[in-house]
């Protein structure tokens, strides 16, 4: 992971394509710590999402197209953008980003 990364202000997860969970940043480990944090890495991703959502994640991993969502939890807002990553011209695995957005944000429309 670089540098940079390790301290990023969103968490960041990243999976291959068998599902197994390779990375995460220090905020993505804070956000999953009851889920057991850095002892997350080297499990499968399906092991920690209901079937709706692996089906969703497995559709990702096969048509190579992002999914993106906000969620409310805990009193935050927070922007979730799934995106896979390549190798080679191939789909090699899943990075989510998971961002704490403002409570009000202004949107801006550009020509």
């Known amino acids: 992971m670089h540098d940079w990364i390790k301290e990023f202000p969103a968490a960041i997860t990243v999976c291959d394509i068998n599902y197994t969970i390779t990375e995460m940043n220090d905020k993505a480990i804070a956000t999953f ?3 057991g944090g850095a002892a997350l ?3 499968n991703l399906l ?6 959502c692996n089906a969703i994640i497995k559709q990702m991993l096969e048509s190579g197209l992002p999914h993106s969502y906000t969620i ?3 009193g935050q807002k927070k922007l979730i953008h799934q995106q896979p990553w390549f ?3 191939k789909v090699a695995g899943l990075v989510e980003l998971s961002i704490v957005l403002p409570s009000e944000m202004p949107h801006y429309v550009r020509s």
């Open 87 to 89: 190798k080679d011209g």
């Open 47 to 52: 092991d920690y999402h209901p079937e709706h």
């Open 33 to 35: 710590a009851k889920e």
């Open 41 to 43: 890495i080297g499990k």
């Open 72 to 74: 409310e939890k805990n």
